[in-house]
């Protein structure tokens, strides 16, 4: 019996072995159905998204391709019209050319003058007289882009203008400020910067001999832009970046060189536009990142703006950082012993009302007032203005001169600060060093405070001095790095008070009151209702 019973325990056995073996099984098959219902279902899902997605883009097509359709007949149907309209246009051209060398206008009209040169398509003539009314620049940016439009070929006219500069430029000629002057007035005629963003058609028309011909001259020039000693200045950097972008000739170059103009050159007031008609794409958020770094928090908003990157860069936390390392600059100024009290005194207040006026003009720009209050800065802006106006009466009556220049910067003989030496400029991840460490002679940027350098024009500032002149009117504006680049560095001054060691002479302001570091938060609110502010 126990024998039978010890089988009939080892049969039980067995057989639940064999259950738990086939729920094991029933288990794994169960989570791979379920695995594959999960995989099938997440396919059909994705493949109809797919194909709603290629529906609307069959629809997108097809009422891309009606609308191109309709437009290419529309231009199709305009093409008699637009021949007649344009040989028409050529004709009375031609006539106006021919009569012109037949009988050369001799009108003393500033406007007549250019527009006879341009029928004529007389580009040297054009240059040398641009450059013979230089004392005109007003006048002639109004009239220059009309004047263009009276050409045959405004491109070629203007080209011919530019590959004589560059020629003259390679053979080292003489009076190539003034030329390279005249050639950026008209290409800034001809490309204006209303159509860099939007280029395309809707720029100058020109052929396409004339963009192979641009190509070669704008290579040329390339050659000696990036030549070992040759001296790059800002006005000819923003030319070239003008070229390549009105002749749409950026594939032609690397996008090293072209990327390190815009960052040598950034303080220029085109230079953000043009970044942006260039289209680095996510490279531009490696360019403001880089414009931080060296401390042009102001030219990193204009980029920002221009750009749309004002979520990553916010223009009133850069503004706030450039306004904290300009206290800062002018606080450090203020400690420097080894000049007079009144020489680093009025070296701090101008350093930091240039700072402010940049920071009001950029405020003022992008209508940012509501979201960065400008008015305690007005307020102390209006304080420094007439502490300079004081100093300035008080020179007067002294009878000694303010813009007395001194001897070399570590002299003994003058009495205001010596400039500062500038920051190194961080390296680029590409092989192009900065245009200003190959120049010397214009390796000092300066910040966009210097463009503000002149008084304000507040209501009721009649005792103090006129506005000043119109914001970076005109190309060779200096330009001036940014505060924040470090502690110690160049400081921009108004040329007429600036000695040729780079500092002021304040012998005749030793009596002058001290004006310690200005509590922006804590200011008053101002008095006066502001009015326009000149630039």
């Known amino acids: 019996?126990?024998?039978?019973?010890?089988?009939?325990?080892?049969?039980?056995?067995?057989?639940?072995?064999?259950?738990?073996?086939?729920?094991?099984?029933?288990?794994?098959?169960?989570?791979?159905?379920?695995?594959?219902?999960?995989?099938?279902?997440?396919?059909q899902d994705s493949l109809s998204q797919k194909s709603q997605s290629l529906d609307s883009k069959f629809?997108?097509?097809?009422?891309?391709?009606?609308?191109?359709?309709?437009?290419?007949?529309?231009?199709?149907?305009?093409?008699?019209?637009?021949?007649?309209?344009?040989?028409?246009?050529?004709?009375t051209q031609k006539e106006s050319a021919l009569a012109e060398f037949q009988n050369p206008n001799t009108s003393a009209q500033l406007s007549e003058s250019l527009k006879s040169l341009s029928r004529r398509m007389d580009s040297m003539g054009l240059v040398k007289f641009i450059v013979s009314k230089r004392k005109e620049s007003v006048s002639l940016r109004a009239e220059i882009?009309?004047?263009?439009?009276?050409?045959?070929?405004?491109?070629?006219?203007?080209?011919?203008?530019?590959?004589?500069?560059?020629?003259?430029?390679?053979?080292?000629?003489?009076?190539?400020?003034?030329?390279?002057?005249?050639?950026?007035?008209?290409?800034?005629?001809l490309f204006p910067d209303a159509n860099w963003k939007g280029k395309k058609g809707e720029g100058p028309e020109f052929a396409?001999?004339?963009?192979?011909?641009?190509?070669?001259?704008?290579?040329?020039?390339?050659?000696q832009l990036?030549?070992?000693?040759?001296?790059?200045?800002?006005?000819?950097?923003?030319?070239?970046?003008?070229?390549?972008?009105?002749?749409?000739?950026?594939?032609?170059?690397?996008?090293?060189?072209?990327?390190?103009?815009v960052v040598d050159f950034a303080s220029r007031r085109d230079m953000a536009k043009l970044a942006a008609a260039l289209e680095f794409g996510d490279k531009m958020g490696d360019i403001i990142d880089e414009l931080v770094k060296n401390g042009k928090e102001i030219e990193a908003v204009y980029f920002a703006m221009e750009a749309g990157l004002t979520e990553r860069f916010s223009p009133v936390s850069l503004l706030k950082s450039y306004l904290r390392n300009s206290k800062k600059n002018a606080t450090t100024i203020l400690k420097n012993e080894n000049y007079s009290a009144a020489a680093t005194q009025e070296e701090s207040n101008n350093v930091e009302l240039n700072s402010i006026k940049a920071i009001i003009k950029c405020v003022e720009d992008h209508k940012l007032e509501s979201e960065f209050s400008v008015d305690s800065l007005r307020k102390r802006a209006t304080q420094l203005e007439k502490v300079k106006a004081d100093r300035r009466k008080s020179s007067s009556a002294t009878g000694k001169p303010q813009n007395k220049r001194g001897h070399n910067a570590g002299s003994s003989r003058g009495s205001g600060p010596?400039?500062?030496?500038?920051?190194?400029?961080?390296?680029?991840?590409?092989?192009?060093?900065?245009?200003?460490?190959?120049?010397?002679?214009?390796?000092?940027?300066?910040?966009?405070?210097?463009?503000?350098?002149?008084?304000y024009n507040y209501a009721g500032q009649n005792v103090f001095e006129g506005p000043t002149a119109p914001y970076a009117a005109a190309y060779g504006v200096a330009h001036s790095q940014s505060p924040a680049a470090v502690t110690q560095q160049h400081y921009p001054h108004p040329v007429d008070?600036?000695?040729?060691?780079?500092?002021?002479?304040?012998?005749?302001?030793?009596?002058?009151?001290?004006?310690?570091?200005?509590?922006?938060?804590?200011?008053?609110?101002?008095?006066?209702?502001?009015s326009s502010y000149t630039q």
């Open 145 to 189: 882009s009309n004047a263009l439009y009276e050409a045959v070929d405004p491109p070629r006219l203007v080209l011919e203008a530019v590959d004589d500069f560059v020629s003259q430029k390679i053979g080292k000629t003489g009076g190539l400020t003034d030329k390279r002057w005249a050639c950026g007035m008209l290409v800034q005629a």
């Open 418 to 455: 010596s400039a500062f030496r500038p920051a190194k400029a961080a390296k680029f991840s590409n092989s192009y060093p900065p245009f200003s460490r190959r120049n010397p002679a214009s390796s000092a940027q300066h910040s966009p405070a210097a463009r503000y350098s002149g008084p």
């Open 497 to 530: 008070n600036v000695g040729a060691a780079g500092y002021r002479n304040s012998g005749a302001f030793g009596g002058q009151t001290s004006y310690g570091a200005y509590d922006y938060v804590a200011a008053p609110p101002s008095a006066y209702q502001p």
């Open 59 to 91: 629809l997108s097509l097809s009422s891309t391709s009606s609308q191109t359709l309709e437009s290419l007949s529309l231009r199709e149907s305009s093409i008699p019209d637009r021949e007649s309209a344009v040989t028409a246009r050529i004709e």
């Open 1 to 43: 019996m126990s024998t039978e019973l010890a089988i009939s325990t080892d049969r039980v056995q067995k057989f639940i072995d064999d259950l738990e073996a086939h729920k094991t099984i029933l288990s794994t098959c169960t989570q791979l159905f379920t695995a594959l219902t999960k995989h099938f279902s997440s396919l």
């Open 226 to 261: 990036d030549g070992e000693g040759e001296v790059v200045g800002a006005a000819e950097a923003v030319m070239f970046l003008q070229m390549v972008v009105g002749f749409e000739l950026k594939e032609r170059f690397e996008e090293g060189f072209l990327r390190k103009l």
């Open 208 to 223: 396409r001999s004339i963009g192979e011909r641009a190509a070669k001259v704008v290579e040329k020039w390339k050659g």
